[in-house]
């Protein structure tokens, strides 16, 4: 994005309203007040229950239907699911291979096409949900906040009739909300970055219309303006390459997260094993009551750990049966601490 856009996007963020131009009609989207974004909640509402009355479907209820006929298949679920892990996947390489430009500019490629099918996967499964509770339902709060915050050039009401182009109008202001990436360059980026600063001295406002309510892009770019700010206050803070990446700093995230989940694991473990011979033990056995519980005990492993577990597992399946002698790590053990006591006879 070229530093006029930047600056063109920030204020219309700031300012907080949508203009609408559709052929001979031009008008505003004001941000809601308090008064209207509760009228907007009442319709959403209303609109669920009157959906459930007429008997429309859930979209889980949607899906289940697509599936009795073929629409929707579970080879439709497992890709949507495998694409979903494979974007996380490539997200973090990009991120462990940052300094490999050949095998950055590999994984983007493979990121990309993942990203697409991904796209088309989901394009499928929600191909009908505007004719489920949920999505009829969305709808009409779309149009509820159309109707209560449209005005007039001259800032009177927009008076709607029969002859108002109200989907057009619905559908031009869906497609004037910004796009997550677009959002995520300004908050990272001049201007937008220091009016954020300056904010921090309560002294310069953030947006116009301080008596309304936020839109969809101020919330977002305030959640993202946070985000950034806690990468930058972390103790591994990436560089500025990656923080400007934005599939790279999702892998960083993610490998962030899983940093957390496995301290977190690794703590519940070790109250839950508060016995000292247990707690000086090189490896403990922890008995999960399901596979969740089994998942989360396996991913407070190290890498390592997981590659010797997987290892032992491949010796057993081929087995049936094993000792610690048949363990390539344990092998590996042995002969260390052989070459430690052959070493320690030369030290004397």
């Known amino acids: 994005m070229k530093q006029h856009e930047r600056e063109y996007f920030t204020s219309r963020v700031r300012n907080g309203i949508y203009q609408v131009n559709l052929r001979d009609l031009k008008i505003k989207i004001l941000p809601l007040t308090l008064e209207q974004e509760f009228e907007v909640q009442e319709a959403y509402a209303l609109a669920f229950a009157e959906a459930e009355q007429d008997g ?21 679920e497992k890709k949507e699911e495998t694409l979903d892990k494979d974007v996380d996947k490539l997200k973090v390489e990009l991120f462990n291979n940052r300094n490999r430009e050949s095998t950055v500019e590999t994984i983007r490629r493979y990121l990309a096409t993942a990203k697409s099918e991904l796209k088309k996967v989901r394009n499928k499964k929600y191909e009908h949900y505007d004719h489920t509770v949920e999505g009829f339902a969305v709808r009409k709060k779309t149009e509820k906040i159309v109707e209560v915050s449209c005005v007039n050039e001259d800032g009177s009401p927009y008076i709607f009739d029969d002859q108002s182009p109200k989907d057009d109008i619905v559908a031009y202001f869906g ?5 997550e ?39 977002n770019i305030i959640i993202w303006s946070r985000m950034y700010d806690n990468v930058q206050e972390s103790m591994d803070c990436p560089s500025d390459d990656v923080i400007q990446d934005d599939d790279m700093l999702d892998g960083w995230f993610l ?19 508060q016995n000292s011979r247990i707690a000086n ?3 403990i056995f922890v008995m999960a009551d399901s596979q969740d519980n089994a998942n989360k005990i396996n991913d407070s492993n190290t890498f390592h750990n997981q590659k010797v577990k997987s290892q032992r597992m491949q010796v057993i399946n081929k087995q049936g049966i094993a000792e610690d002698l048949d363990f390539q790590d344990q092998q590996l053990k042995l002969r260390q601490q052989s070459n430690e006591m052959y070493k320690g006879k030369f030290r004397r």
């Open 56 to 76: 429309l479907a859930y979209h889980e209820e949607m899906l289940e239907t697509l599936r009795e006929r073929g629409l929707w298949t579970e080879d439709d």
């Open 175 to 179: 497609h004037s909300i910004l796009e």
């Open 181 to 219: 990436s677009i959002v995520r360059e300004l908050a990272r980026t001049e201007p937008w970055r220091s009016v954020w600063l300056l904010n921090e001295t309560k002294t310069y406002p953030l947006f116009a219309h301080s008596d309304r309510q936020l839109t969809v892009d101020q919330r």
């Open 255 to 273: 490998i962030q997260k899983k940093k957390q989940e496995q301290e977190k694991i690794k703590s519940e473990i070790e109250q839950s094993t």
């Open 281 to 283: 033990s090189d490896e």
